[in-house]
């Protein structure tokens, strides 16, 4: 692993063990926009280079309450993205699938989409106005929509109805295919149901992975149904055909 800065960010960098790189994977991180990388989003990045064969990108961006903001760091990662050989593969988890599914918008717009976008449970529709999340609520042992609500304000302020910096409103046009996974005691499972159904209605190919009785990034935990979802992004970008 190294690191360099790169426009006055941190990114980091883990190349495969074994052989030469097979692509790249650009990881954006959640932690609600006010966190930084945690020990499970370093143990995934690490197996994504180790299994995948590809070279993991992963940016420091700068946080909202340090004046980081939708506005500033999706064409950035944007930016960031085509400096690496493909095929590309934009990840994120949490308010970093927001990131990567907005830079997956903008590639897209500039005619060079990425091979993959995969999202693990992301927030997609920075209004939270989904009145079936208020239902979920009550099943969410860790999300709290007001909370959601405060930190959005801090990292989109007006931008919530921009239809790139909240990808809930984006025209889904032209994407490659999406890897999606939520878990139902998430209040962020509502919008990411509907916007599987709107991608798969703009004819995109999407992967979709929803499990019964679990809970936010249920796939970064070291539990067997997170086992299996990693073994299911590892395979879809090495681009074996989910069964």
């Known amino acids: 692993m190294s690191a360099a800065m790169v426009d006055g960010w941190r990114v980091f960098t883990i190349s495969p063990v074994k052989g030469p790189s097979r692509g790249t994977i650009m990881y954006l991180h959640g932690g609600?926009?006010?966190?930084?990388?945690?020990?499970?989003?370093?143990?995934?990045?690490?197996?994504?280079?180790?299994?995948?064969?590809?070279?993991?990108?992963?940016?420091?961006y700068p946080l909202a309450h340090e004046g980081?903001?939708?506005?500033?760091?999706?064409?950035?990662?944007?930016k960031l993205s085509q400096k690496y050989?493909?095929?590309?593969?934009?990840?994120?988890?949490?308010?970093g699938g927001s990131i990567a599914m907005s830079a997956s918008l903008l590639l897209r717009n500039e005619g060079s989409p990425a091979a993959l976008t995969v999202l693990i449970s992301p927030a997609?529709?920075?209004?939270m106005t989904n009145p079936e999340i208020d239902t979920?609520?009550?099943?969410?042992?860790?999300?709290?929509?007001?909370?959601?609500?405060?930190?959005?304000?801090?990292?989109?302020?007006?931008?919530?109805?921009?239809?790139?910096?909240?990808?809930f409103l984006g025209e889904l046009w032209g994407l490659s295919k999406l890897l999606v996974f939520s878990g139902t005691r998430d209040?962020?499972?509502?919008?990411?149901?509907?916007?599987?159904?709107?991608?798969?209605?703009?004819?995109?190919?999407?992967?979709?992975?929803?499990?019964?009785?679990?809970?936010?990034?249920?796939?970064?935990?070291?539990?067997?149904?997170?086992?299996?979802?990693?073994r299911q992004i590892v395979q879809a970008i090495l681009g074996i055909p989910a069964p």
Do not use: C
Request: no cysteine.
């Open 68 to 78: 980081g903001t939708a506005a500033e760091v999706v064409p950035f990662v944007t």
């Open 85 to 95: 050989p493909g095929p590309l593969t934009l990840m994120g988890d949490s308010a």
């Open 124 to 127: 997609l529709d920075l209004r």
């Open 136 to 167: 979920v609520q009550t099943l969410d042992p860790w999300l709290v929509k007001r909370g959601q609500l405060e930190l959005v304000e801090m990292w989109a302020g007006d931008d919530v109805d921009d239809a790139v910096l909240n990808p």
């Open 32 to 60: 609600g926009w006010i966190h930084e990388a945690s020990s499970y989003h370093w143990k995934l990045i690490e197996q994504l280079a180790e299994e995948t064969f590809s070279t993991v990108i992963m940016p420091v």
């Open 187 to 230: 209040i962020l499972n509502p919008d990411t149901r509907l916007f599987v159904e709107q991608a798969r209605s703009a004819g995109v190919d999407v992967e979709y992975h929803e499990k019964a009785g679990h809970i936010h990034v249920y796939p970064l935990l070291p539990i067997p149904e997170g086992k299996q979802a990693r």
